[in-house]
T-cell receptor
Framework: ETGVTQTPRHLVMGMTNKKSLKCEQH?????MYWYKQSAKKPLELMFV???????ENNSVPSRFSPECPNSSHLFLHLHTLQPEDSALYLC??????????????FGPGTRLTVT | GQNIDQPTEMTATEGAIVQINCTYQTSGFNGLFWYQQHAGEAPTFLSYNVLDGLEEKGRFSSFLSRSKGYSYLLLKELQMKDSASYLCAVKDSNYQLIWGAGTKLIIKP
């Protein structure tokens, strides 16, 4: 495996379910990110981890709970979601969280539908 | 507030040239990025500008004017595979990426 991988690619869940999204990066990067992408809207940064420590939480509802057990893996735990949470959830990584020039590498995303 | 503006959609002809503009208002500036995103796929990095001027990379070039808060992505010799969304993003004073909503580029034969 190379780059950034995400599983599952598609997920349909009811509002009372609990599920988890998984992200793995094979690039040796120190920073990992969760984004939400909704149609015709800018990417919304949800969480940032640098060296396994959370450094950013952009006022995300508590029904989204991140976990970073090591620098290669990132999870997003979901519970009691709302239909408006349906979106594409993208994971990304970069060499360093604070440097200017390091680009982010994205995974293919998980298409989430909440029914 | 922080804001990135880019056109929602553009159409161009195969073989032609297209310029996608991006204007920004952010708290601080630590570089501007362009990404390409094909439908149903991950965004992929195209270019990075931190100093004023033009950066050329094959058929793609990116220009930056920090005093005007303005950038453009220039695509030459358009190919059908260039049909995609193009995302502009700026790193602010906290090194956080602020994203535009993207420009959907449609290439016609």
């Amino acid at each position: 495996e190379t780059g950034v991988t995400q599983t599952p690619r598609h997920l349909v869940m009811g509002m009372t379910n609990k599920k988890s999204l998984k992200c793995e990066q094979h690039l040796g990067h120190n920073a990992m990110y969760w984004y939400k992408q909704s149609a015709k809207k800018p990417l919304e940064l949800m969480f940032v981890y640098s060296l396994e420590e959370r450094v950013e939480n952009n006022s995300v509802p508590s029904r989204f709970s991140p976990e970073c057990p090591n620098s290669s893996h990132l999870f997003l735990h979901l519970h009691t979601l709302q239909p408006e949470d349906s979106a594409l959830y993208l994971c990304a990584s970069s060499q360093d969280e604070g440097a200017s020039s390091y680009e982010q590498y994205f995974g293919p995303g998980t298409r989430l539908t909440v029914t | 507030g922080q804001n990135i503006d880019q056109p929602t959609e553009m159409t161009a002809t195969e073989g032609a040239i297209v310029q996608i503009n991006c204007t920004y208002q952010t708290s601080g500036f630590n570089g501007l990025f362009w990404y390409q995103q094909h439908a149903g796929e991950a965004p992929t990095f195209l270019s990075y500008n931190v100093l004023d001027g033009l950066e050329e990379k094959g058929r793609f070039s990116s220009f930056l004017s920090r005093s005007k808060g303005y950038s453009y992505l220039l695509l030459k010799e358009l190919q059908m595979k260039d049909s995609a969304s193009y995302l502009c993003a700026v790193k602010d004073s906290n090194y956080q990426l602020i994203w535009g909503a993207g420009t959907k580029l449609i290439i016609k034969p």
